[in-house]
């Protein structure tokens, strides 16, 4: 068969959202799958979709085509000849780019037919995840899916043209590779040609970024895989992530800064209307810095949401002494009070303030105090036993308004900031105050280089302990560790941590001081950590990166509340992967091969 545009083509002329009224007249040819199928007594309309889009095709009554259209199951893989017809401006479907035209068919090929569906494609209604997982190739076919990875693809694109204009250059680090003693726990492959041994797939290019560092390469990064057997959460694939890890040499802590921002916000805002098309606010470079003692303060987290306006006060001395007793004997035990403002919240009823109480006890808290206020009038337990001088003036302290109310959570400052950073952003969606339509970026900055381990009381790295402390050598002798701060930050948008990040201890003296004091000898060190430390004394240039989450910045911009929405083939929170039957058991001869013997683990 023939058409104006000469012979065509075995299996398609044009994709599924090419065609426009220009084409009317024009015989074509389509192939894909059958998406919805539609019969209106005499006529059957079909949907066809591929990758592009979809087309309308109809077929009249009598004719061979609508014989085969009407009998094919959905999702089979179909080729349709036909000619193009303008619709009828009634029928005109103003959601599809093709919605002006459709095809009338006249030959019909099938190419594959489709056996019954375990689940539906041409709906984004919800489905039990583990048949989703388990046919990850029907549900990659549905539009919310697949324009999530289409997303991803395009991102990825877009940072690593970013970084290249940046003067950054793209290298790739071994994924065979020694096992860590720190972190989280390694994936291990054993070797084959060294019995007893094992490789192990890395955690992060960390250890081979600052390498290429010490080799005297200035500016590197990769969209790098990293792997960790860990448990699964909302914000974290088991068993292998991506990451945009990058590092660079001669800097400081704000040339990182500098160097990352422009990327992430030009991604974002190049993406950020992609599931809603709004005018999106990104913060522009430089993004704020907020030390971590402030952040646990004012925010209850080191990864703050901060389109939410509401910011948590001390308000420990206000209850020193008070006649709430509660309160009192929580202060006079070493404890502390947080304070979150409910503002304008006059005339929310007396259930809105039990039932943030109630909300904290199910979260599992002592509870959640509160003051009423209407029209500078107190209310509520705390009001009452606290005094209304006293609570007027802790009113005018906390910077509260006559008809803002105000929740407090007491007890030892960890547990106290934590319940704080969750009633804060309890109330802040409770009460619409969490900005829409907004990507806000922060650095945390200043985190604690050491912490008491509260197990056995001796002093433990808290975050990274490669990176340079503030101060240096000297700080690490004379200091009390406790109070040493580290170059170490964490870029958080919307409340996700992207990453963490550091100037790296470039100087062999300062880190094997800085080992000892978290218990490690100079032998132990070289033993567990020999090819950075050898490296390190050879001449290392200063030099520091980090590494945004990939997977989690698509996570943001498709709007999504889980990894696994943004990921092509994702493990189930058990690291199960349904759809190809990982892991599995292997033969007795590939075990005889790696010299290995499975023990089966103890019963109970």
């Known amino acids: 068969m023939s058409s104006p545009l000469g012979p065509l083509p075995p299996y398609r002329t044009h994709h599924c959202a090419a065609l426009r009224t220009d084409h009317v007249g024009q015989t074509v040819r389509l192939s894909g799958w059958v998406h919805r199928r539609r019969d209106h007594g005499g006529l059957l309309f079909v949907d066809l979709r591929d990758h592009f889009g979809i087309t309308q095709l109809v077929a009249t009554a009598g004719s061979e085509a609508l014989r085969l259209l009407e009998h094919v199951r959905l999702e089979s893989v179909i080729t349709v ?53 388990r046919y990850r190739f029907l549900d990659l076919r549905r539009e919310r899916l697949h324009q999530n990875i289409m997303l991803r693809s395009a991102v990825i694109a877009s940072l690593r043209r970013r970084m290249m204009e940046a003067g950054f250059t793209e290298f790739q680090t071994p994924i065979l590779t020694a096992s860590s003693p720190e972190g989280a ?20 290019p960390q250890m081979f970024k600052q390498l290429l560092m010490v080799a005297g390469f200035d500016r590197y990064f990769q969209i790098a895989p990293c792997f960790r057997d860990e448990d699964a959460r909302a914000d974290r694939s088991p068993g292998e992530f991506y990451q945009l890890d990058f590092e660079m040499s001669f800097v400081t802590q704000e040339d990182v800064f500098a160097a990352i921002e422009p990327v992430l916000a030009g991604v974002f805002e190049e993406f950020a209307g992609f599931r809603r098309a709004a005018p999106w606010a990104v913060t522009q470079p430089p993004f704020p810095r907020i030390p971590y003692a402030e952040a646990m303060l004012r925010y209850g987290t080191d990864k703050p949401d901060l389109r939410n306006p509401l910011v948590i006060r001390d308000a420990t001395d206000a209850f020193r002494g008070s006649g709430f007793s509660l309160f009192a004997r929580v202060v006079d035990g070493g404890g502390v009070v947080r304070a979150i403002p409910a503002p304008g919240t006059a005339d ?91 990507f806000r970026f922060c650095w945390i900055v200043d985190f ?19 990176s340079m402390p503030q101060g240096g050598l000297e700080a690490l002798e004379t200091r009390d560790p406790l109070e040493i701060l580290a170059y170490q930050y964490d870029i958080v948008c919307n409340g996700v941590e992207l990453s963490s990040g550091a100037i790296r201890n470039h100087r062999p003296d300062i880190m094997y001081k800085a080992f000892a004091i978290a218990g490690y000898g100079p032998d132990e060190v070289d033993r567990r950590f020999s090819g950075m430390i050898n490296a390190l004394k050879y001449g290392a240039p200063p030099h520091g990166g980090s590494a945004p989450g990939v997977d989690r910045i698509v996570m943001l911009l498709a709007d999504e509340p889980n990894l696994r929405e943004v990921v092509v083939f994702p493990m189930n929170q058990k690291a199960e992967d349904l759809m190809m039957g990982a892991p599995s058991e292997v033969s007795e001869r590939q075990l005889r091969e790696l010299s290995i013997r499975v023990v089966a683990p103890p019963r109970g």
């Open 81 to 133: 000849t036909g000619e193009v017809v303008a619709r009828t401006p009634e029928t005109v479907n103003a959601a599809l780019p093709t919605g002006a035209v459709e095809v009338r068919v006249r030959e019909v090929v099938v190419q594959s037919e489709a056996a019954e569906l375990p689940m539906p494609v041409a709906t984004e209604a919800d489905y039990p995840e583990e048949i989703r997982l």
């Open 185 to 204: 726990r390694d994936f291990l492959v054993p070797s084959r040609l060294h019995p007893g041994k094992f490789y192990a797939l890395p955690q992060a």
């Open 348 to 438: 929310r009823p007396r259930s809105f303030f039990d039932d943030m109480n109630a909300w904290a006890r199910d979260e599992g808290f002592p509870g959640l105090g509160y003051v009423t206020a209407k029209g500078g009038v107190f209310g509520g337990p705390i009001a009452k036993n606290h005094g209304e001088e006293a609570t007027r003036a802790l009113w005018e302290a906390l910077g509260l308004g006559p008809d803002d109310g105000c929740f407090f959570a007491a007890g030892e400052e960890a547990a106290a900031a934590k319940l704080a950073g969750l009633a804060r952003t309890r109330v802040g969606e409770a009460l619409a105050l969490v900005e829409r339509d907004a």
């Open 448 to 466: 604690p280089m050491y912490e008491r381990d509260p197990e056995t009381g001796k002093i433990a790295f808290s975050h990274n302990p490669f």
